[in-house]
């Protein structure tokens, strides 16, 4: 969808208004889709001068775990010469760089691919990865050669399909324009068909919410590791079983706002259903690990002993770093809000750091 005339934020507001008008109310898979595509291109959203901060711009810590975690699983399938590491949704390259430089002490050297829509981000990451090469999506990633992929608070991020009881039945969640504002509402077309028997006759009101975008990325991912070999990594904040309700939501500036409100200048986010990549790993044949809180994971790779080092080679630091674990870590931060999955391919290891 091209931007309003002006090309300015209010653009796509005035394309939303425009699109409704003409052709009906758009689903809110729809919205959140072309919103998150103009608000990743705006501006960099990172960080305390942004609108949020991610583990990585958190502690280098995060990613150096990470490239740990990377490294041992090429050490124990035999160091293969060939290998790729892949990072979906790379944001300004701080997780690759740490995760790189940390495996580099092991002797992991693999070819560096950056999955990234956003020609501005791009721009950043080649900054700190400029032996990297960049690609619009996993088909053009190279097919020869194990992969070892992250995806850090990727998932969250794609569009969610949502559909909602009605006194009629099951209809998709769409937006409209009341003359005032977006505002989501139920749609005309049933939608009977695609709600699991068991919650058929849930209460008017009910929210049933999927993502087909993060679905078909995770099967393809599993396709690719038992063709190729490799291990993936999924940590991102969601729930480990079904679950109604709408959970999209919207952060600008640190602060959460309204999802339907200045479409493109926030960004949009919803849990990720582990459950159901626990089930498209089945489906692809793929051995599934998790899901772990992040705190559980971290600590059981060490986070706690690389913080003390730090502590201790840096003391005038040394505060800022254990606040920074206390972040990644304890259960009422991200600890477990934030989950680790693993796919792990024919023959690999199993990753450390879930309890196997």
């Known amino acids: 969808m091209a931007e309003g005339e002006d090309g300015g934020d209010a653009g796509l507001e005035a394309v939303f208004k425009r699109l409704i008008g003409a052709t ?6 729809h919205y959140m889709a072309e919103a998150n595509a103009h ?3 705006r501006a960099d959203p990172f960080g305390s001068a942004g609108d949020f901060i991610t583990a990585p711009e958190i502690s280098q810590m995060f990613g150096e775990m990470i490239g740990l975690w990377l490294a041992d699983q090429w050490q124990r399938a035999g160091k293969p010469q060939l290998c790729h590491f892949v990072e979906f949704g790379p944001g300004r390259g701080t997780l690759a760089s740490d995760a790189l430089r940390a495996g580099d002490k092991f002797g992991f050297h693999p070819q560096v691919h950056m999955i990234e829509g956003s020609s501005r981000l791009r721009q950043a990451q080649q900054l700190l ?4 090469t960049w690609h619009d999506g996993l088909d053009s990633v190279p097919r020869e050669g194990p992969l070892l992929i992250v995806a850090n608070e990727f998932l969250d991020a794609l569009p969610v399909r949502q559909i909602v009881r009605t006194e009629q039945g099951w209809r998709e969640r769409v937006v409209v324009h009341n003359g005032e504002r977006f505002l989501p509402v139920a749609g005309a077309r049933p939608m009977d068909s695609a709600v699991p028997a068991e919650l058929m006759d849930s209460p008017p009101g009910t929210i049933l919410e999927s993502c087909p975008a993060a679905s078909g990325m995770a099967y393809e991912i599993a396709m690719r590791l038992k063709a190729q070999g490799g291990a993936a990594l999924f940590i991102d904040y969601g729930y480990g079983a079904p679950q109604t309700g709408s959970t999209l939501q919207a952060v600008r500036a640190h602060e959460k706002v309204d999802p339907f409100a200045d479409p493109g200048l926030c960004d949009l986010t919803a849990l990720v259903d582990f459950a159901q990549l626990k089930q498209i790993a089945l489906a692809g044949d793929v051995e599934c690990l998790g899901p772990v809180g992040q705190g559980d994971w971290l600590m059981a790779l060490g986070i706690a002993q690389r913080a003390a080092a730090l502590a201790q080679s840096q003391p005038t630091k040394a505060q800022d770093i254990m606040t920074a674990l206390d972040r990644l870590v304890s ?4 600890g477990a809000l934030f989950k680790v999955i693993a796919y792990r391919g024919p023959g690999w290891p199993e990753g450390a750091g879930f309890g196997g």
Do not use: E
Not at 24 to 29: D, K, L, R, T
């Open 24 to 29: 009906g109310p758009i689903s809110v898979a």
């Open 331 to 334: 259960p009422d931060q991200m």
């Open 39 to 41: 608000y990743y291109d």
């Open 129 to 132: 990865l400029p032996g990297a």
